[in-house]
Structures are given as structure tokens and as C-alpha cells.
């Protein structure tokens, strides 16, 4: 029932109920009219929200004839609670209902630009595995003595081989290594199984098999050495770590993990140019300015390649961008208010089913299917705002994701009786 059907049905049974000593005046026949004068104002009115729920015309009618004069200030409340839970009660639902789809709607957008963005990134990546990046055979010697020449802390080794070796790459590394994988109990805890494999390297120190470290306060090596000892090879077959390493630009173009594809001397010209090519079109794909002026060659030593990555980060391309990180924080904010008036509603209306209609629900079921339908369209958001914690955490601020819940509205005393009023009940 509603709009003018509404508007008709509470005209004709909201009328002022008959005072006592006309009703002596009605024939004895319809004397059954009494019954309603023998129910407290309380009870009435739980028979008038369930009737109104009902929509039943003609029994509302009888409970409005039937109302004793004592009782008619009490039945006129209860008729414009009534009135007023359905207009304005039902469009105030459905205006939070049609609020929280648009929010839902809005959030849904703002995570398609964020899918969009990563989705350029996992098409990098794919790209990568077609594409080798160029580099001359003399750079690539030298990536290989420079990365073996570096000293590595034989603490910090021995914690390489705990973290990435397991029995399963017995097979990779000397004797020493791969009878303790084979035998180190599963449960060994990490400092112990550390204490181990250090033992291990410094048994190999002292049998000859590694030099004598320089300093024996914090005993490091080439990471070279340690390697030639760990899997067995020699310098001629050792690799340098991917391009993304040595060439920060790459990292931001998703290739990681690409593999070198090594040219001759002679095509030096040709190797630097192809670089340009391949980071200029993959720069334009991830949203990167070509004017950034992208260095697409690798840094021989680990001063320039930190200060190249420190000068590209400001222009992570896969980052949430700022508007959208901007636009989600204000959807939250505001989805806290209209989750703050859902909920603060819900008590009032409960409040209101509990005191005026001892405990009958005064809600026609149209308004309790859009007050169901709002409060579920509330929870589906919470689930897809933890979604959007997901992809949008590492936001520009550094901030951590809020919860939905961490959004306050209005002051909800204030909130509260601002609704009472609406319907109003002045308590």
C-alpha cells in the first residue's frame, strides 16, 4: 500500500474514534463493537500495527469505533506513529537503500580502475617471458666479476642456505650442505639449524676448501667464492642476477625474473638502442611519462643502482593513483554516516515496536523487505571495502587501510532523537 491508496486508507480509519455516549445509540445488534473498550490502550495498539501490517481496512475501522473517549488521545498516537512509519518512514528506507546501492556502485567503479591498473601489470609480466634484454658480452662479464666480488657476511650466508635449500636440492649443492639437508631434523628451529650450516662453512674454512676470511669479527667473503663452494662451478658458469636488478626502470615495467640476451660487442649501437625501444613502449603501457627520462642501461655498482631505484620510486606506476585513493577514502567516510543512520534508525524503530506496540512490528512488509535490503546491501559493502583494502593498502599516504567500521557519523544521541521527532514520539 502506498502514494495515494496509502494516503485514502489512512483518511478513512484514522478518523477521530466515537465517544462513549453516542456509541448508546448504537442498535444492540452491533453492540460487538465493545470489545475494543475492554483493551488497554497498549493492547489496541499491538492489534492496530498487526491489522495495519494486514492492511485490514475493515477491522481498523471497528477498532477506531470501538475506542473508548478515555482512550482517544492513546489511539490517535498510536494511528500517527502509524501514519508516519509509512510517510515519511518508508521513503526514509528507501532513500538509505538507494544510497547504499550507489555506494556499492561507486566502489565496484573505483576497484575496476584499480583492477584495470594491476591487470597492465600482470600483462608485463607476461610479456617478459617472449622478450630478452639486451646486453654486450663485456657488460655482462662484468655484472658477473662485479656481483661475485661483493663481500657477503658468512652469517648472512649460512641464513641463505637455511631460508632457500631444502632436501629436495640435494642434488645442487656440495657434499657438506646436502648431508645436512638430508638429515636436519624437521622440527630444528631456526637459530639452531642457522648454528649448523655456520659450522658447516666454517668446517670448510678450515679444511682449505674456502680462504681464511680477512677479518674475524665479522667474517664475510666474495660472494663468488661461497658460491664456486656451494654449487660446486666455477666463474665461467655463473650468471648475474635478471635485468630488474641492474636496471631499476624494468622493475617498474614488470619484468621480473626476464632473462639477458647477451649480444656481441660489435652490436653495441644496436643493443643501446633496442634498450630505448623496449622501455619507451613498455614504459607508454604501464602509464609512465616518457619525459621521466627512463636510463634503460645496468648499473655496474650497488651506490648507483640504489640511487637510480630511490629516484624512481615517486613515479610507481603501480601504485594506487592518488584521485582514486582520494575518492575512496571519501566514499568510506561517507558510507560511515549512512551506515550510522541505518543502524541508529533500526533502534529507533525498535524502540518504537517495543514501547508503542508491545512489541508488535508496526512496519507494513514492503518497508521491512527495504529495511532487509538496505542492511544487506550495508554488509556487502563491508566485504568488498576489506576487498579494497586488499588492492588499494599500499596507498600514496602510507596510511593503513581503515575498516569501514572505523568511520564515525553524526553524534548518535543527537541522530537518535532527531529521528523520534521525525515519527514524532517526544521522549
Known sequence: MAGNDLTSFWNRVSSEPTKQKEMAKVPLENRKLEVGTRLTPLERARLMARLCREENEAEMARIRDS?????????????????????????????????????????????????????????????????????????????????????????????????????????????????????????????????????????????????????????????????????????????????????????????????????????????????????????????LSLERGLDPRPHKSEAQRRRALKKMEPMNPWLPYNQTVEAM??????????????????????????????GEDPLLPVVRSLLAQAQKELEDFAEWWQLAGERFGMAASGDKWPAIHDFQGEDREELHAKYMALFQRDD
Open 67 to 287: 475506542v473508548p473517549w478515555e482512550h482517544t488521545k492513546a489511539y490517535n498516537r498510536a494511528v500517527h506513529v502509524l501514519a508516519r512509519l509509512v510517510n515519511p518512514g518508508a521513503l526514509l528506507v528507501e532513500l538509505v537503500l538507494k544510497s547504499a546501492e550507489c555506494d556499492m556502485l561507486l566502489l565496484n567503479n573505483l576497484l575496476s580502475l584499480r583492477y584495470e591498473q594491476q591487470s597492465r601489470r600482470y600483462a608485463l609480466h607476461e610479456f617478459w617471458q617472449l622478450l630478452g634484454y639486451p646486453i654486450t658480452e663485456s657488460e655482462y662479464r662484468a655484472l658477473i666479476e662485479t656481483e661475485r666480488g661483493q663481500l657477503e657476511l658468512l652469517d648472512d650466508f649460512a641464513r641463505y642456505i637455511t631460508d632457500t635449500f631444502s632436501v629436495d636440492d640435494a642434488g645442487e649443492v656440495c657434499p657438506p650442505v646436502a648431508t645436512w639437508l638430508g638429515e636436519v631434523p624437521e622440527d630444528t628451529g631456526d637459530d639452531e639449524a642457522l648454528r649448523q650450516v655456520r659450522a658447516i662453512i666454517d668446517g670448510a674454512v678450515e679444511g682449505g676448501e674456502l680462504p681464511q676470511p680477512k677479518s674475524m669479527r665479522k667474517p664475510a667473503l666474495p660472494w663468488g667464492t661461497l658460491s664456486n663452494w656451494l654449487h660446486r662451478k666455477d666463474a665461467t658458469a655463473c650468471e648475474p642476477y635478471p635485468p630488474d636488478y641492474y636496471v631499476p626502470a624494468l622493475e617498474f615495467l614488470g619484468a621480473l625474473m626476464a632473462r639477458w640476451d647477451v649480444r656481441p660487442d660489435s652490436e653495441a649501437a644496436a643493443v643501446n638502442a633496442r634498450r630505448d625501444e623496449i622501455v619507451n613502449v613498455l614504459a607508454y603501457v604501464a602509464g
Open 329 to 358: 577514502q571519501a566514499l568510506g567516510r561517507r558510507h560511515g554516516h549512512l551506515r550510522n543512520h541505518l543502524q541508529v534508525l533500526n533502534e529507533v524503530l525498535e524502540a518504537i515496536r517495543r514501547e508503542d506496540f508491545g
